[in-house]
Every structure is written in structure tokens, then in C-alpha cells.
Nanobody
Framework: VQLVESGGGLVQPGGSLRLSCAASGFVFSSYDMSWYRQAPGKERELVALISNFGSRPNYTDSVKGRFTISRDNAKNTVYLQMNSLKPEDTAVYYC????????WGQGTQVTVSS
């Protein structure tokens, strides 16, 4: 199993980024997927979750209305579209395969700063 995140970077407040997580080594469409983030000095927190066929996305309250999780099962990829970014969104963002055994990507840094 391999999960590889990309798309992070430095963006000004109010800007947008789209994160991608390319999955391999398992049947992607069989698993719910999640995005987490961890800011310096804080615990890792769940940002968004999407079911295996893309229904029932869920978001933590702080990103509702600004972030959108989606997936393309044909491309084995899950996305996180982040709009109206705030400095408090600064963190390392990780994707995770849910299920009996969890797998994590290596993370991608998102920095929101002017």
C-alpha cells in the first residue's frame, strides 16, 4: 500500500490549493478515505472523510463551506480542494486509508501566510 500526497505549498490568506493523494497497492474503490492535518505543537486532526464511492462527505466544522473532498476511483486518487485559506489552516496534510488496517501518506506541507 502506498499513498502519496502532493499539491501543498505556500499561499496567501484567501487563496486556494488542491491537494491530491495518489493511492496504489490496494483496491481503491473498496475503502473510505480521509484527510487529516497536524499543525506545529498540535495533535493530528481529521479534516474530511469520503466514502468509497464518493457519497457522504464529512468535514470538521472549521473547514465546512471552504474545503471539498472528492475522489476519482478510475485514477485511484482522492482530492482536497481548499478555498478561502486562513493562517490557521497551516499544517502538514495527510491522507489516510480507512478500514481495519490504516495506512498513511507521508504528508504535504500547507503554509498560509502573507
Amino acid at each position: 500500500v502506498q499513498l502519496v500526497e502532493s499539491g501543498g505549498g505556500l499561499v496567501q490568506p484567501g487563496g486556494s490549493l488542491r491537494l491530491s493523494c495518489a493511492a496504489s497497492g490496494f483496491v481503491f474503490s473498496s475503502y473510505d478515505m480521509s484527510w487529516y492535518r497536524q499543525a506545529p505543537g498540535k495533535e493530528r486532526e481529521l479534516v474530511a472523510l469520503i466514502s468509497n464511492f464518493g457519497s457522504r462527505p464529512n468535514y470538521t466544522d472549521s473547514v465546512k463551506g471552504r474545503f471539498t473532498i472528492s475522489r476519482d476511483n478510475a485514477k485511484n486518487t482522492v482530492y482536497l480542494q481548499m478555498n478561502s485559506l486562513k493562517p490557521e489552516d497551516t499544517a502538514v496534510y495527510y491522507c489516510k486509508r480507512n478500514g481495519f488496517k490504516e495506512y498513511w501518506g507521508q504528508g504535504t506541507q500547507v503554509t498560509v501566510s502573507s
